[in-house]
């Protein structure tokens, strides 16, 4: 038993989470009675997607008398991504009570993060209060005033809802700063280490298609179009990709290890990423899904495994997309979204970064433009699915109709017929971000030049 524990440790540790759901398997069989391992296995299950596993798992913990607000915000999260939005905002707000600054916190962000709560007067004020104390932990006053910034905006109250998102972003980027120098630095490594890239020869098997582009530019929304394909599945935001990097860098600085591998060295690595990403294959596929924006960063690395990938990045204004990260808290990565400068910086070098990978591989990578899907969803969805070599099928515009869960924040968003109400969303603040607006304008310009969106 204690062997299996201390594997279980290690598994969460490295994030392994099928690791721990087998290890966690065998304690609960072995302890049936223990309900923080039915706990702990509901929670490893919601990380991989196995949500209606982990509701239930959730629901017996709370049947046999375990029930805590860990328990009750997971089952919140469970229910949201399974598109019960009633049940998860009843989960959500049953943590709100007390004075406990962390819990309430956490549960008012819940509720934002949805994209569709809408926030009472009494809750508003509860969050002002808040907000305005002193013996709030920096942490839990950031997470509210992210929220009060929500529902501020929603009151069309477009100035106290910036100074709310400035507040909670300065309060974030103390403690998670930017590494923009590294990230600078890996931008001018890979642009000047391109050019020697590879390729390994084709090979049998799934299709990886790549969604790529920056947080909140609707990239959750492409995958929820092809996952309603018959022939493709989606994953999750998998991390492969980056660790398959890390281990590059580890045997010399990542771009230049990646412009000397060996053709059997290729192939292990090709192995290890498919072998990693197997276990979220539960239909096996001809194609499947791997959505994780940053990936545009390892699209030569892709290109070099996979040369017969599908790389879709997605381009979205980028005022709308500098204002949707910066009113965004994400749970871990992204930390230039806690400055605009930052935002314009990481915008700079993503650009940068795609103008190289076009001119290696011209014409193999769809550029789509967010605002082009939005207005003709039936033209865009057609040149996404002939693209990636796929019949069409009427399930695909139909897209929102799925019963797939999604775990991003964009849940309750792509389970609606498309929308252009978060086109020209950005303009609502452009006299308070009077100092970036030029370079957000200098950007899109090159997007249209260099990439056509």
Known sequence: M???????????????HFSAIKALEKLVAAEPDNLDHRFKLGLNCLQVGQVERAELLFRSCIESGFDTPKLQLNLGHALKALGRTEEAVACYKGLIEGQ???????AYWSLANMKNYRFSDEEIVFLRGRVQTTDAKPGYRGLMLFTLAYAREQQGLYHEAFMSMCEANLILSMHRPFQGEQYGLLVKALLKSGRNLIPTPERDGPTPIFVVGMPRSGTTLVEQILASHS??????????????AIDLDKSGAYARSLATLGTEEKQNYANRYLEKVEPYRQGKLDYFIDKNPANFLH?????VLFPEAK???VVRDPLDNAMAVFKQYFNRGNEYSY???GIVFYWQGYLTLMKHWEELYPGEILHLGYEDLVNDPEGKITEILEYCGLPVEPECFRFYESDRPVLTPSASQVR???SNRAVDSGKKYEKHIKVVIPALAEIKRKCREVLGV
Request: charged fraction near 30%.
């Open 299 to 303: 699209i030569g690395l892709i290109k």
């Open 416 to 418: 609606n017929p498309i």
């Open 231 to 244: 022939n493709v599945e989606a994953t999750d935001e998998l991390p492969f990709l980056e660790r398959l």
């Open 311 to 313: 790389i879709i990045n």
């Open 2 to 16: 204690k062997n299996i524990e201390n594997n279980l440790l290690q598994s969460e540790t490295a994030e392994e």
């Open 100 to 106: 406990d600054d962390a819990r309430a916190a956490v």
């Open 339 to 341: 400055s605009l400068e």
